[in-house]
Structure formats: structure tokens, C-alpha cells
């Protein structure tokens, strides 16, 4: 399974919404492009320091594919929600929900009203469009945040990868699996602004699912 690491730029994707990044220092690391044949580490170009900027560096941010190395924890979960978004059931959502001591953050309303909308504005009442969504949300890329210097369990889990990437420095993978998930036109107008803005799902190395809410870029909200 290929792996990529890059350094978080002028690209601040949202989901600090959700998870406010506890910045410290690293230090400055040499990273090579990825190869076929493992995990790789690519560098944002340098600009001014993290400390001239007046803010610490940030942890990188490593991409995967598939499900084979991820933990056991998250794994479960991301299994039963997308054997939930693949039963075609909109109900079915309420099994890995309640999975959670508290409910996921799925936008301004709560959970069971959000599962109701996605009905109400769904062609045939069934909400099926926002599952097959998730379900190909799943299936692609994800990338790993970490949070802190806990390395295991300050680590969030999030689908798209490009969530927390710059869109105009994809690898030719990356590429094609935005295509996948997005029209030509969707793809166009994010690179054009250089960043993803539609849905995405994140996971707790705990296996706790914290959120599935569309990307919003510059927000603040106290982490969960």
C-alpha cells in the first residue's frame, strides 16, 4: 500500500475543525518523493519559518490507501459505516453512531434530523445519494493527522486525503482517485482555489467516528 507524507503549507484544511492541531516543533527533515514500492515523504516547498511566522511546525500528514494498515480500531469502524452507506439503508448509519459515546458531528443539525434531510432531498425519498457518497468517500484515500507527540492515540483518521492536502500538488494516484470521487467540473473549480470543499469523514484512533460534514475552510470549533 503506498503512503505519503507531506508537511501542512499555506494549505489549512478545515478538519482542525473538528480537531484542533496541538502544534510543536519538529525538526526539519529531508523528505524524497513517494516510490512504488512503500512509504515515501515529499516537503512542501520552504518558505518562511514556522517559528519567523510566529507559530510552531506542524506534525506532517501521512496518505494511505485501502484499509490494510490501518488500526484495528478505526478499521472496524470505517467497516461498519461503510457496511451501512452500502446496505442502502439511511437507518443503518445509526449502528456505527451508536458505536460512540457521543453522536458524530454531522453539520448544524443533529444526527437523526441530518439523516431526514438526506431523505427529504434524496430523488425518491430514500437518502441513497449521500450514502453512495460515503461509500466512495471510504473507498479512497485517507490521510493521517497527528495531534500531538502521543504517536498511537493522538492520531485522527481522514477520508478524502485530500481534505488535508494542497489539490495542485497531487501525485498521479491522487489524481485519479479525486476523479473518481468528483466531476471534472467539481475537480476544476477546488484546484482553482487549491483546496477540498466537499464532504469528509474523520475517525479517532480510538475508533471513534467523529464527524461527516462537508469541508469548510478558516473555521474554528472546540474539538469534541
Not at 65 to 80: H, K, Q, Y
Not at 158 to 166: G, R, T, Y
Not at 184 to 197: G, I, L, Q, S
Amino acid at each position: 500500500m503506498q503512503t505519503i507524507e507531506c508537511t501542512a503549507n499555506n494549505h489549512q484544511p478545515s478538519w482542525p475543525a473538528f480537531f484542533p492541531i496541538r502544534a510543536c516543533l519538529i525538526a526539519a527533515a529531508i523528505l524524497v518523493p513517494i516510490m512504488t514500492a512503500g512509504p515515501s515523504r515529499a516537503q512542501a516547498p520552504k518558505k518562511a519559518s514556522a517559528a519567523n511566522q510566529g507559530r510552531p511546525a506542524e506534525f506532517p500528514v501521512t496518505v494511505g490507501f485501502g484499509s490494510g494498515r490501518l488500526p484495528i480500531n478505526v478499521a472496524e469502524m470505517r467497516e461498519a459505516i461503510l457496511a451501512a452507506a452500502l446496505s442502502g439503508d439511511v437507518k443503518e448509519l445509526l449502528i456505527p453512531i451508536q458505536w460512540n459515546e457521543l453522536p458524530p458531528d454531522f453539520g448544524a443539525k443533529p444526527v437523526e434530523e441530518t439523516l431526514l434531510d438526506w431523505q427529504k432531498q434524496s430523488h425518491d425519498g430514500s437518502g441513497r445519494e449521500m450514502l453512495a457518497l460515503l461509500a466512495n468517500i471510504l473507498a479512497g484515500p485517507y490521510a493521517v493527522r497527528r495531534q500531538g507527540p502521543d504517536v498511537e492515540n493522538a492520531k485522527i483518521y481522514i477520508w478524502p486525503a485530500f481534505a488535508e492536502l494542497p489539490l495542485d500538488k497531487l501525485t498521479p494516484p491522487l489524481e485519479v482517485a479525486l476523479l473518481r470521487l468528483l466531476s471534472v467540473a467539481e475537480v476544476k473549480r477546488m484546484k482553482k482555489a487549491r483546496r477540498y470543499d466537499g464532504f469528509g469523514l474523520a475517525i479517532g484512533a480510538d475508533g471513534t467516528w467523529h464527524a461527516f460534514k462537508r469541508v469548510r475552510h478558516g473555521e474554528t470549533k472546540p474539538k469534541p
